[in-house]
Every structure is written in C-alpha cells, then in structure tokens.
C-alpha cells in the first residue's frame, strides 16, 4: 500500500473525535465536539470537530484540516512522520519507503532505531551488573517502574556500545551522529560511561537521547550527563516523561513539573502519573509549548531551597507569559518529591495539595524585599496576554496587600512602557537609552573617557547592560575582538546589535552622551519614586507612622533632586 492509499484508509479506519481526545479536552456540542484550540490562546472554545465529515476547523485562527493535519501540526511533524504514526495505530503496513523522504528524514529514521538498540543493549548490562541494580533498589525503584522507563546501565568500557552498534551494521559515521559515541584521544569511545541510563524519549515515545547518572561518587566527570543535541534530539524542546504521562495530563487537567528524573520515575511509581521534568536545566520555551499541547495548567513542585525556589519563579514568570496558568508546592525543607513520597506516602503528598499557593501568594509569602516581590509580580503580569486573568491577578494583589487597584494598573501600565522601550532595542533604530549609549561608547573611542566619568553604573537598571557596561569601563580592551572575550555571548550579541545600529554624526556625539545619561538618570529616579510610592501604601496600611514619616522625607528629598536637575 502507498502512502496516498494509507492515507484514505486511516481515515476510514480511525476516528478523528478518538485521536483528538487524546490531545485535547472534546466536549459534545450537538453533533460535532468542541474544545478549546491548542493552537491559539482562547478562553471560549472556538476549535471544532466534526465526526460526520471526519475534519477540525478552529473559528478563532482559522487552523484546519483532517487527523493527519492535526498530527503534523501538532506534533510538528511532517507530512510522512504523521502518516506512519497514525497508519501503526490503524494497524496498516505501508510498503517501501515514503516518496518524500530524503537524507534526513533517513537519518532520522536511522538515529531512532540506534537508540531503539542502544536501550536494549543498556537493559542487558543493568541485568548484569549488581552495583547498578542495586543502586536503583536503594533508591527505592521497583522492577515496574525500571521497565516501564527501560532504565538500563552504560559499562565501565571505553567503546562496548560502539562496537555493538557497529556490529548491527550501522556506520561509523551514523553513530557519530546520534551523540552516543565520540571521537576521543584513545579513537571512537562511548558517550556513557559506568552510569544508570534513563532513557528520553520525543512525544510519541520514541527514544531519542538518553540522560546518565554516575553510580561511583568519584567517577571523573559530571553527576548527571545528557546526550548531545543531534538531529532528533534538542534538549530545550523535550521533557522527561512526557510521552508516559500525556494521558493522565489530559485526564486531570493540569501537569505536575518535578526537577529531576528520580522525582518523576518515583513520582509515578506513587501512582502521581501526570509528573514530567526539564532535563536538567531551567525551564524552557520549547518545552512549554510541549506542555501548553496538553494542558494549561501546571503545579510546580521543586525543591524548597533557595535554587528551587528561583528555579519557581522562573518557571513561573515563563509559563504565564506563554499562557499557562501556574501554581506552586513548596515541599518542608531538605525534601524533594523522590524522598518525600518514599518516606510519607502517595496520600500525604495529595494532602499537600491543600498548600499550593497561586502566583500572588507565593511570591508575597518569600522573604525578598517586599517593593520587589511586587514590582516581579507586575513585571510577570505584564507580559500575560489574557486582559480578564491580568485583571483577576491585580485584584489578588489589592486584596492581599491593600494597594489600590488604580495605583497597581497605573505600575502595570508604567512597567509595560518601560518593557515596550527595551523590546524595541534589537528590532529598529529605536533603541533603548543604554544601547544606544553603548553605540557611542564603541563606535566614538575618543569620548569613552568621558561616558566613564559622568556613568554611574548604579543607573542602569537594565541588568544585561548594567554587566556589560560594569565589563567594559573596567577593562582596558578597546577592539571589538578583545571585548568578545570579555563578554558573554549573549552581551557581545547586544554590543555587535547597537553598534551596527547607531547612526549619528560625529558632531552629534557629545550631546547625544548628556542626553542618554540625563534619559538613564530621569528613569532611574522615576523608578526609584514609584518603589518609594509602594512603600508609602505599604506603610499606610500598616499604620507605621514612623515608617510613613521616613518615606515622606526620602520622597520629597527625591522629587526636589529631580526637579533642581531638570528631570521632574
């Protein structure tokens, strides 16, 4: 059977509302279903399904198409991808090779099978080795949960997987490819090395990199190892677990975000089914669109420390800017969800539930300066693009600290000018004051002197430029070469960006240079005003006349040093 004939007949063989359902939450609307679009952000359901006519249409962004459609999209993946995976449900054999496939779609295909082989090569030496299976009983994992992950284990051997994949017949250069095996000084050695292997596997299940955790506290190398990214694999776009627990997502509404692969492995041996983790690394863009393709909600539950609790907030702030609504469990100290489920149980840590704080509680119950934990909150309220939750949001804000409402969307509406004036650095010739600055200061080396003594670094309150600009008036690097050493790669970035921007005449130079900093000056005490203005309602509501009384002093001594220097 080819392709085109595959395609008619997974079409008469499985039914759109059936495959949907597992992707998004259809409900009965006279004879077709609807849903809310998982490829637009909406409040009302506006994506249709038609089961007579076996189609979706999407009223609001206009995205439609059959079941082999929605797959692709969804799934981002093409056209002959979509159909393999759909004709396997179906139980349809398709002869030869797809007519559209070319070198990478074969590599790919062949990257899949070596890591198919890689598990079961892993598998085999976990049986054998007792150290390595051992760990894994003191850790708690049972035999269920070791197959449900196919968890297996790399040997000590330099190139044991090397000459087993080369023995299946793959070439040298395929295996290279797949970030399994390297070339190293002794020649062509393994990637894994003496390490518990947990497999990592793309939506559909397939595995497709792998992570490795050493069993020998002074094993040379990192605690955790992950594969290198290849042409399946690109770290920031997949999340450990995800293809076990989509169903369970989608069944309860909402994803649990754990830190760690041990967290989530005991996660669902507990029966907590609906657990994923990033790979080891901050929270991503990419993997948040995995997340937001099966659910808008998700429950933090990272460690309690201060590294957790950062990590919360990031997370946080990014997944409400990608619309996603959020909450966080803060876990008692020391614990993570891998010690607190095997020592309290399944139903101790539901009960914990019943503490899960919203973004406003969570961030007013952090011990940070209290001006700050608000100004974060405004920021991240700010970028979420649903007016009604930034409104509900602003409101809980009111409500928990007293603030008027009409002061906090007067901030709001402060912070997104100030958010709008950074974002246009990058994209036209309206730059930001400090990178426009930051132009002057490479492209007119004659007056760096003079921007060194009138800048104080205290000014800028962009962090970025604040690190950029702290490297450069210490450093005795002028060329652009040299800077890039000093630089990260991101602040070199920004550097190249406004140096190619600036568009000025040397005349224009020296009071280009009092503008930006009279500009820099102005938005730091209007700042530095409004934290003040926070404080004082802070202070109102608490009743702290001593406190109201200092802060009047600060403000009026504040306002008179902006007036006399003409920035008020």
Avoid: W
Wanted: proline share 3%; aromatic share 8%; net charge neutral.
């Amino acid at each position: 059977m080819d392709l085109k004939q595959a395609v008619e007949e997974i079409k008469d063989s499985l039914d759109i509302v059936d495959i949907l359902s597992e992707y998004i939450d259809l409900k009965k609307a006279g004879k077709n279903y609807k849903a809310v679009c998982p490829f637009h952000d909406e409040k009302t359901p506006s994506f249709v399904v038609s089961p007579e006519k076996q189609i979706f249409h999407c009223f609001g962004c206009g995205t439609g198409g059959d079941v082999v459609t929605f797959l692709m999209k969804h799934d981002g993946v093409p056209f002959p991808e979509a159909v393999k995976t759909l004709a396997e449900r179906a139980g349809i054999k398709i002869n030869g090779e797809f007519s559209r496939s070319g070198p990478h779609v074969s590599l790919k295909k062949d990257l899949i099978e070596i890591h198919g082989k890689s598990v079961l090569f892993f598998q085999d030496h976990l049986k054998k080795n007792k150290t390595a299976f051992n760990y894994l009983k003191k850790r708690g994992i049972n035999d269920e949960a070791i197959g449900n992950f196919s968890l297996g284990f790399a040997p000590k051997s330099h190139d044991m997987l090397f000459g087993y994949l080369r023995e299946k017949g793959y070439p040298e250069k395929t295996i290279l490819a797949s970030g399994l095996c390297k070339k190293g000084e002794r020649g062509i050695v393994d990637t894994f090395r003496n390490r518990i292997i947990f497999p990592i596997t793309n939506f559909n299940g397939d595995v497709i990199a792998f992570g490795g955790r050493t069993v020998q506290e002074n094993f040379p190398g990192p605690k955790y190892l992950n594969s290198p990214e290849t042409a399946i694999f690109k770290k920031s776009s997949e999340l450990f677990g995800l293809s076990l627990s989509r169903r369970e997502i989608q069944s309860r509404g909402y994803a649990i975000l754990m830190e760690g692969y041990l967290d989530i492995i005991t996660a669902h041996q507990y029966g907590i089914k609906n657990s994923v983790a990033p790979l080891g690394t901050s929270l991503a863009e990419g993997q948040v669109k995995r997340l937001k393709s099966v659910t808008r909600k998700v429950l933090l539950i990272f460690d309690s420390d201060d590294a957790g609790i950062r990590a919360s907030k990031r997370a946080m702030s990014l997944l409400y800017e990608k619309g996603i609504v959020a909450k966080v469990l803060l876990l008692p100290g020391g614990d993570d969800p891998d010690s607190f489920l095997k020592r309290e149980g399944a139903d101790s840590f539901r009960r914990m539930f019943g503490k899960v704080k919203g973004l406003v509680e969570f961030y007013l119950s952090l011990s940070d300066d209290r001006v700050d934990i608000i100004r974060e909150l405004i920021l991240i309220i700010s970028h979420i693009k649903d007016a009604i939750l930034r409104g509900e949001l602003i409101k809980e804000i009111f409500e928990k600290t007293g603030l008027s409402e009409q002061f906090l969307r007067e901030e709001l509406a402060a912070v997104k000018k100030d958010s709008g004036r950074k974002g246009s650095a990058m994209s036209s010739m309206d730059q930001s004051t400090e990178a426009f600055l930051l132009g002057i200061y490479i492209n007119f080396p004659e007056h760096r002197e003079v921007i060194k003594k009138e800048l104080s670094l205290s000014l800028i309150e962009d962090g970025t430029y604040n690190e950029i600009f702290s490297k450069l008036l210490s450093s005795e690097t002028t060329e652009l070469a040299g800077l890039q050493a000093v630089l990260g790669e991101d602040e070199f970035s920004l550097l190249t960006a406004a140096t190619m921007n600036l568009d000025i005449d040397h005349e224009q130079v020296e009071r280009n240079i009092s503008d930006c900093i009279k500009k820099i000056r102005e938005h730091h005490i209007k700042k530095h005003l409004r934290g003040l203005e926070i404080e004082m309602k802070l202070a109102e509501n608490s009743g702290d006349g001593r406190l109201i009384d200092k802060l009047k002093t600060e403000l009026n001594n504040l306002i008179k040093e902006g007036v006399n220097e003409g920035l008020l």
